[in-house]
């Protein structure tokens, strides 16, 4: 990465996540004894800010919290970061966005979730005139699907017109040749500069099973195809795939302990925003991405387990050539 600050812009949901430890979970009508609680702020839009912010760029979010304590939280915990939240707007009439999660003795999940503000996030806020100014002076802007379409859409042609790098990722389920003919996205999508693609029904990327690094080469070369012109997928463990108009890259993975695959994947995409940030080219930003991510996973917690620029670098240099 080059040694300037450069500026990125988040445009993703933020929420509020209560989970709670029990031995087990509680059948209907039941009262479990619990312990444990915790009460953070996360989602893409806070994650991937903070993990941009600790590789020393100049970061603003762009979204919605309601106007409550659990909307000030987010903005407290993300100005502890210096990231700006002067774009996280506030709706008085919605609540934040909240997740609960109850976790049993077994460390299994199970999770509901309150889009609450984030639902009502739309266009109107990218139109805003700091908002398209923030994006027209940003290095790169990074859109998430957790947003409705137009707002995705209205994200996209502002950075297009402002000549801003564009990343767009995507959530898919569980890697499947046959959905990329069920695929109907705005012809905007495909304009990204960089397509990270999310499979979000595997419990860990790297669990691919027989076939399926095959399988997301195909779907990431028909993106590509389709007029995408760069896909990027992270593989966990495994590295991950770029797919460019000239060329296919299997980036091998970094093996680190495996402790907490918790916040990975925000990890890789505020990493991959930062250094693409600096003007470096997709494939060193998806390096960069995965030392990141190899860096979360040998770590509990969430934003606790983030790396800072050095230590992604370091890790980096130890690697063999």
Known sequence: MAERIPKVVII???????????????????????MGFTCI???????????????????FVLGRVGEDCFGEMIKQNLSRYGISTDLLYASPAISTGIILTIVDGRGANRSCRSAG?????????????????????????????????????AAVRCAQVHKT?????VSLPIPDRGLVHAIDWPVEFYNADILVL???????????????????????????????????????TH?????????THWLGGIQTELVDYTGCEDAFCGALAACYA???????AARFAVAAEALTRSRFGLQDALPVKEEIITLLQEQPD
Do not use: W
């Open 12 to 34: 993703g949901p933020a929420y509020v996540e209560m989970a709670v430890k029990c031995d087990s979970c509680p059948e209907p009508g039941q009262v479990k004894e619990g």
């Open 41 to 59: 702020p996360t989602g893409q839009g806070v994650n991937q800010a903070i993990q941009a912010a600790l590789c020393g760029c100049d970061v």
């Open 117 to 153: 503000a984030n639902k009502v996030f739309g266009k109107d806020e990218i139109e805003y005139a700091a908002a398209e100014q923030a994006i027209s002076s940003a290095n790169v802007c990074v859109i998430h699907d957790g947003f409705s379409q137009e707002a995705i859409v």
């Open 165 to 169: 790098p564009i990343i767009v990722e």
């Open 198 to 236: 999310s499979f979000s029904g595997l419990v860990s990327r790297a669990e691919l099973g027989a076939g399926g690094d095959q399988d997301i080469k195909f779907i990431a070369t028909e993106l590509v195809a389709k007029g995408a012109k760069c896909v990027l997928v992270s593989l966990g």
């Open 239 to 247: 590295g991950a795939l770029l797919v460019d108009r000239q060329s």
């Open 278 to 284: 600096t003007g470096d080219s997709p494939l060193s």
